[in-house]
């Protein structure tokens, strides 16, 4: 009898697990979508101001406010505010993708580079977020490779600032691609596995990939498909 009731109990706390992770997942899911669209506000706003800011000063100001929304977000993660800052923290980085997204546009099929960089960081993110989905296989084992390959990439590409290397700033984005994507896999995994039980972490992590895989993709298709009038 006793053995029985443990095995009920087991198997109803198992379900309660799997009930919570979905829900972290699917918070996860909408809490991403929504937050394209500050995304989107902050693309647009930068776009009609012409806003361009690069150079050292360019990635100082922006590792400054990546660095300092991180930081209020951990802390606030757990509260409402955490899903303001998290989205006000997306509307920045709109801004900030404004820039690529004009020099995107000086070429005569500027508008055609920016939905094949789109239509290909969706491609991506659904097949790898299914692929961890269903598998349920825990792809955790890849973080710690991947966290060094994205601080020699960080340093490549500040390096890049000085040197303005095309063949240097290439080979980040294409290395940038297969990194972002793995880490698509490795977050998505997490939650799935139990790893990340906040949505507000889980949505910062995922948006960071998406982003980053969509820039990467973007400079490679401008500068292999880009077209001059």
């Known amino acids: 009898m006793q053995s029985q009731w443990q095995t009920v109990s087991t198997s109803y706390g198992g379900a309660d697990l799997a009930t919570s992770r979905n829900k972290v997942l699917r918070n996860t899911y909408m809490l991403l979508a929504l937050s394209m669209i500050p995304t989107a506000l902050g693309a647009w706003l930068g776009m009609s101001m012409k806003f361009m800011v690069g150079g050292w000063m360019g990635a100082i100001v922006f590792l400054a406010v990546s660095f300092g929304a991180f930081f209020a977000i951990e802390k606030t993660k757990q509260s409402a505010m955490g899903v303001v800052l998290l989205l006000a923290y997306t509307g920045f980085m709109g801004l900030w993708l404004s820039q690529y997204l004009q020099m995107a546009m000086r070429f005569s099929n500027g508008g055609q580079l920016i939905a094949m960089a789109a239509g290909g960081t969706a491609t991506i993110f659904f097949a790898l977020a299914t692929l961890a989905t269903v598998s349920k296989k825990d792809f955790s084992f890849m973080g710690k490779f991947l966290f060094i390959g994205m601080i020699l990439l960080l340093v490549a590409g500040l390096a890049n600032i000085f040197f303005q290397i095309p063949a240097l700033s290439l080979t980040i984005s294409a290395v940038a691609t297969l990194i972002f994507s793995a880490f698509i896999l ?21 948006y960071l990939n998406v982003y980053n895989l969509f820039v990467s993709l973007l400079n490679l298709l401008t500068a292999f498909g880009g077209e001059r009038d």
């Open 186 to 206: 490795v977050d998505v995994s997490r939650i799935v596995n139990g790893g990340e039980t906040n949505y507000v972490t889980a949505t910062l992590s995922l």
